[in-house]
Nanobody
Framework: QVQVAESGGGSVQAGGSLRLSCAAS????????VGWFRQAPGQDREFVGA????????TYTDSMKGRFTISRDTAWNMVYLEMNNLKPEDTAVYFC??????????????????WGQGTQVTVSS
């Protein structure tokens, strides 16, 4: 059973930056894709982006391209979400999730197999 955990959330002023980390443990096979999602109060979970198992391919929701960057350290099984020029509307709980069907990057939450507990990001104006 793989365990997924996010870290790095916090409070930041508009225009600031944060880097979130995602660690997956308990899995000997590193061939899984990782997606980032976020959920604001009263809203549905929203896809942010994803990275494939090789770290060579990423995909993002159009509105986040250019501000958010996903990277992956395959040696340490860590995935990062770098968020720049943050806006108050980026305030949400951010989740990472793993997908063992690694043939394609997915953007739907129900296509991911294991989830972390989430980390809160709060952006003040």
């Amino acid at each position: 059973q793989v365990q997924v955990a996010e870290s790095g959330g916090g409070s930041v002023q508009a225009g600031g930056s944060l880097r979130l980390s995602c660690a997956a443990s308990g899995q000997t096979d590193s061939r899984y894709n990782v997606g980032w999602f976020r959920q604001a109060p009263g809203q549905d979970r929203e896809f942010v982006g994803a990275v494939d198992w090789s770290a060579r391919h990423t995909t993002y929701t159009d509105s986040m391209k250019g501000r958010f960057t996903i990277s992956r350290d395959t040696a340490w099984n860590m995935v990062y979400l770098e968020m720049n020029n943050l806006k108050p509307e980026d305030t949400a709980v951010y989740f990472c999730a793993v997908d063992f069907n690694w043939f394609a990057l997915k953007s739907l939450a129900n296509e991911y197999d294991s989830w972390g507990q989430g980390t809160q990001v709060t952006v003040s104006s």
